[in-house]
């Protein structure tokens, strides 16, 4: 069974930073591609930033310049570094892992999520 843990979250002032951490159960490069998402109250899910198997990364533009995804393969984790934080960052994150199953279907694994609230 595979599993994604996400820790990392917190409180933070506007203007401060966080790193969020994912951890998956086996080899990190297996996936596809794993992204960060969030989910704002009231608001629907949203991938933020992904990175692909192959070391490719795409941010959504809101945190485009503030957020910085990356992977250290040896410790099957990725990680969101997010800098410059802002209250419109408020939101539960969740780390999303994707594979291909033997039947080259798409497989989605998911975190708990962590909260993160950005407030003075």
């Known amino acids: 069974q595979v599993q994604v843990v996400e820790y990392g979250g917190g409180k933070v002032q506007p203007g401060g930073s966080l790193r969020l951490s994912c951890a998956a159960s086996r080899n990190i490069l297996d996936f596809l591609v794993v992204g960060w998402y969030r989910q704002a109250p009231g608001k629907q899910r949203e991938m933020i930033a992904s990175i692909t198997n192959t070391g490719s990364t795409s941010y959504v533009d809101s945190v485009k310049g503030r957020f910085t995804i990356s992977r250290e393969n040896a410790k099957n984790m990725v990680y969101l570094q997010m800098n410059s934080l802002e209250p419109e960052d408020t939101a539960v994150y969740f780390c999303?892992?994707?594979?291909?199953?033997?039947?080259?279907?798409?497989?989605?694994?998911w975190g708990q999520g962590t909260q993160v609230t950005v407030s003075s």
């Open positions: 999303n892992a994707r594979r291909l199953d033997y039947a080259m279907q798409t497989v989605d694994y």
